[in-house]
């Protein structure tokens, strides 16, 4: 249950920096976000005590190097976007990806393939068709 | 089997991609695409007019898109300081002339050193009041309009820091309820849950011939025939800070509907679109549809405007006091 | 009424725009990120210059299928095509996932088109009583209908309602990141302009549905990865099982369009709201509430009705009194004054024949739509069959690019990032995850409604006629909510008793 509780404690945590934000407002301006934050609050507390009263996690629920992996996978995706743009970084994203993690695919010039769709439907079908200019990545100007 | 069907499908985009038509470029002073940032939420005069003009401007600039952006919230005032990093002019803007008034409560926008494209209209503003109130003149509201609830825009539009202000220097004892935007203040008045508002002259006529609510005083000049009987703001004999009030309203309605640009934009994207915007502003087309919509039109090119927002934003000790007491900075 | 689907059929040219606006509409739903007002944005340079009729059948249509198109990535990939769709996600991607997607494809459709019909009834029934209507309900209706869907997130927590009520509130909390529209005040930002636009449903809805999904499909091995649970029925036999879906939830299917029409028509309430309260009624009146978000059909009948009946609803006071029901509809009106219509209550005197065609088009319209999206549904199964690794990295650079496109703004993308940890937490640890959406969703249009009744009325808002009659509503169903969930609970108990 250490996931659950964790997740009660940051949502507590969360509820209580907002309350200590509203007084400072006129309100109008307070009045909404303090109810949902002190039910909130409320309610993050029942399900924490809940939480360390049933203290047996059950073994499926553990986490491990395969969530660890799936989510560099992820985080290689948004670093390779943010730096590299949609075109490129997401066109190199695709490539590693299909080499790495897919047997089939695991063919350079598959890969290649896989990876060279994207530059072309972000330049041709949002950039030229639908005039819709997507992020060139932080390294290549923004 | 996924990885056949995957190839065809991977052909095909290419197939489709390599048939599309090339997008011809010109104006270089421009980039390719500009957003024209509406200040308020859509539905409401400024979205009204900016829409109009966004779609006529777009003809006179060639290759380029302009495209209408809504960004009300606040007034508009966080998209208009976000403006100033537009300077290669891929950002316009049409904003609530409150923001003026505002600047002047201490908003520090700086907006002074924006660029002046251009404004749309005059507009008089008409202080209303909702016909079961009993009351038709102005002296009526002043003698037994307090606790009435009066709605506005946001909380810095020009709608409430004017009616604040009339309240305020009149002492006639309003509620002032902001956050009416777009075409919300029309439709409570016609649902009968508020019991007046400051209105653009254009938005006047629909609900006085509904029956719904009566005109009591216009700021700014009108040729409304629905207006003609009404009271001038100026012609009252007025002394103190209601002068002061009716004053600097009458001159602000002149600047209606304004288009800016960032302070350091670039001088010859301004020029591009000072240029279209006259000529935009010019077009029968645009003319015609205006017309056809009940928005009058009374352009200035974009030095004028800079004249006419100068001496708004001049100095007034006394009237920046009551904008920043109705603002309650 | 007849002499508008006479003008109709008489009109080639009208009837053509019309079979062309439909693959128009159907596509700017399907991208994620574009939707009907960039649809309209975009249309509209064609439509000056346009025969009056042929001009407006044009945009009505357009404007109509839009949600229709968007059911293909909803429930296909888990990228809700646009805003209302977010509702179909939980439930209709579930459904893919265990292979039924021409099901829920077809389903969809289905109720999609019978809710774009009822959608037109209603408008066509209520054009008498509209102004009386929109005079019953204003803000203090307008919140309590909100208290409802927050209400509702409760029934949709699964086995803890605490845990959904505590999400719930997060998303509520969420929904005032932001400056504040009417006093101009920053709330929570930190200081950061990114956060001062707020959070954007898209950007939320990806990372709490399709990147924790897929974040749990690139988790097994690399090998593994064909779609989880067992492929039931062939095409064509998940396509007669939409249908019958359908026709076993007629009754909610009914329900939820004319709940969808009536939304449409209060001023303010878009689409999200229709959909999500439609979601919410759905798992509220199922008997077995549990089943929400792991893939019941009713989860995807609800929203998709209520989207479609929605636009009929919509039209109301945009035509006929000129006030706008949403954004969408602002810019409809926007393209309709240069064809020459002036909008109002005079608008049906005047042009009797034009109104009626238009409330055809749309009617005809979404049945075409429905009969299009059904053909399709075995083609772009394929795509939901791929294997998942050689999906996953699309999938994440199309939410990615969906959020940019949303935005405009690469820092959100930080945001999708944080978010999305949290909604993989909240899948791993079976957490609900609707009542954040709800909560996000409802968050605005709570506030705003409850600030502008208070100032209003003070806090006697809560006393007016229908205002009391929406809160005897609410507790009845919270009471009849309490007793069943009771029911489900004993009846758990004695289940693990005869197991142990």
């Known amino acids: 249950m250490r996931v659950d509780l964790a997740l009660a404690a940051t949502f507590a945590l969360v509820f209580a920096a907002a309350l ?30 809940a939480a360390i009263r049933r203290r047996h996690a059950a073994p499926e629920a553990r986490w491990g190097t395969d969530d660890l992996r799936t989510l560099l996978w992820f985080a290689l995706a948004l670093g390779a976007v943010l730096l590299l743009g949609f075109a490129l970084g997401g066109g190199l994203y695709v490539f590693a990806h299909s080499l790495a993690a897919h047997p089939r695919l695991a063919r350079l010039p598959v890969a290649a393939l896989c990876g060279a769709v994207v530059p072309l439907v972000v330049t041709q079908l949002f950039g030229r068709m639908l005039q819709i200019e997507l992020y060139r990545g932080l390294l290549l100007g923004g | 089997m996924p990885l056949p069907s995957a190839a065809r499908l991977i052909a095909l985009t290419l197939a489709l991609l390599c048939a599309l038509p090339a997008v011809a470029q010109d104006s270089p002073a421009l980039p390719d695409r500009i957003d024209y940032i509406i200040g308020s939420k859509p539905g409401g005069g400024y979205d009204r007019y900016g829409r109009l003009v966004a779609k006529h ?54 907006l002074q050193s924006y660029r002046w494209i251009g404004k749309a209209s005059s507009e008089a503003r008409v202080l209303l009041v909702a016909t079961d109130t009993g009351i038709n003149s102005f002296e009526g509201l002043q003698a037994e309009g307090a606790g009435l609830i009066f709605v506005t825009a946001s909380h810095g539009s020009s709608a409430f820091i004017q009616t604040s202000l009339i309240n305020l220097s009149f002492g006639l004892g309003l509620k002032v309820v902001p956050g009416f935007g777009g075409s919300e203040a029309e439709a409570a008045l016609m649902k009968g849950e508020v019991q007046g508002g400051l209105v653009s002259e254009s938005n006047v006529a629909p609900l006085v011939e509904a029956g719904v609510v009566v005109p009591l005083l216009v700021f700014g000049e009108s040729s409304d025939p629905v207006l003609a ?9 007025l002394e103190g800070d209601a002068l002061i009030v009716a004053r600097a309203i009458s001159a602000l309605t002149q600047l209606g509907r304004i288009t800016v640009a960032a302070p350091e934009i670039d001088e010859a994207a301004l020029t591009a679109l000072r240029e279209a ?5 010019a077009d029968l087309e645009l003319r015609a549809e205006a017309e056809a919509q009940g928005m009058p039109l009374d352009p200035l090119p974009g030095p004028a405007v800079d004249k006419l927002a100068e001496d708004v934003l001049a100095d007034s000790a006394r009237l920046e006091e009551m904008i920043k007491i109705v603002l309650d900075r | 009424m007849l002499g508008g689907l006479s003008a109709l059929l008489a009109d080639p040219a009208a009837l053509a725009w019309l079979f062309i606006a439909i693959p128009v509409g159907m596509a700017f739903g399907a991208v994620p990120g574009l939707g009907g007002k960039i649809a309209l944005i975009a249309v509209m340079p064609f439509i000056a210059g346009m025969d009056m009729l042929a001009g407006c059948v044009f945009l009505i249509s357009l404007h109509a299928v839009v949600h229709t198109g968007a059911a293909a990535p909803t429930i296909m990939l ?11 996600v939980a439930d209709g991607h579930a459904l893919a996932r265990q292979g039924q997607g021409v099901r829920a494809l077809s389903a969809a459709a289905i109720a999609s088109g019978i809710g774009g019909l009822i959608g037109t009834l209603v408008l066509a029934l209520i054009v008498p009583f509209a102004l009386g209507l929109m005079q019953l309900v204003s803000y203090p209706e307008i919140f309590l209908l909100t208290l409802f869907g927050i209400g509702f997130s409760a029934v949709l927590s699964g086995d803890s309602m605490a845990k959904g009520l505590t999400v719930g509130a997060f998303g509520l909390l969420i929904a005032f990141i932001g400056i504040e529209p009417v006093y101009g005040t920053p709330r929570f930002t930190l200081g950061s302009d990114v956060l001062g636009d707020g959070i954007h449903l898209v950007t939320a809805v990806l990372a709490l549905y399709a990147i924790p999904e897929m974040l749990i499909a690139g988790k097994g091995s690399a090998a593994a990865g064909a779609p989880t649970g067992t492929r039931r029925g062939r095409g064509a036999g998940q396509l007669a099982g939409g249908l019958a879906d359908v026709v076993r939830h007629r009754w909610l299917t009914l329900r939820c369009s004319v709940m969808g029409a009536l939304v449409g028509i209060i001023p303010g309430l878009g689409g999200d709201v229709a959909a999500w309260l439609c979601y919410g009624h759905a798992a509220q009146s199922s008997r077995t509430p549990e089943r929400f978000g792991k893939g019941a059909v009713e989860g995807v009948i609800g929203p998709e009705a209520a989207n479609n009946s929605k636009e009929g609803g919509a039209l109301v006071p945009t035509l006929f009194l000129g006030i706008p029901g949403s954004s969408g509809m602002a810019i409809l009106l926007v393209a309709l004054v240069p064809l020459g219509i002036s909008p109002g209550p005079g608008l049906v005197s005047a042009n009797s024949e034009l109104v009626w065609a238009m409330v055809w088009a749309l009617a005809l319209s979404n049945i075409v739509a429905a009969g299009a999206l059904i053909l399709l549904a075995r083609p772009l199964n394929r795509i939901a069959r791929l294997k998942s690794s050689m999906l996953v990295p699309y999938i994440y650079l199309l939410a990615m690019a969906s959020v940019y496109i949303s935005t405009t703004e690469w820092r959100s993308l930080l945001t999708l990032a944080v978010l999305s940890l949290l909604g993989y937490a909240l899948l791993r640890r079976n957490w609900p995850r609707a009542p954040f959406v709800i909560g996000l969703i409802l968050g605005a249009e709570a506030e705003e409604a409850l600030i502008k009744s208070l100032s209003l009325w003070g806090p006697g808002f809560l006393f007016r006629p229908v205002s009391l009659l929406l809160i005897a509503t609410l507790f009845l169903s919270l009471w009849q909510l309490s007793l069943r969930l009771k029911r489900g609970s004993k009846a758990a108990k004695r289940g693990r008793a005869h197991a142990g």
């Open chain 2, 277 to 281: 915007y006259q000529a935009a502003l």
């Open chain 1, 20 to 49: 200590i934000e509203l007084p400072a407002y006129r309100w109008q301006v307070a009045l909404a976000p303090g109810l949902a934050a002190g039910i909130g609050l409320a309610l993050a507390g029942l399900v924490g005590l």
């Open chain 2, 57 to 110: 401007l777009e003809k006179h600039l060639d290759g380029v898109t302009v495209v209408p952006v809504n960004r009300g919230s606040a007034g508009g005032v966080p998209a208009l300081r976000d403006l100033k990093e537009a300077t290669d002019g891929s950002r316009i803007m049409i904003f609530n002339t409150g923001i003026l008034m505002n600047e002047l409560g201490g908003l520090g926008l700086g």
């Open chain 2, 229 to 237: 009987d009404v009271p001038r703001a100026r012609s009252l004999a």
């Open chain 3, 78 to 88: 888990g990228i809700p095509g646009t805003g209302p769709s977010t509702a179909v």
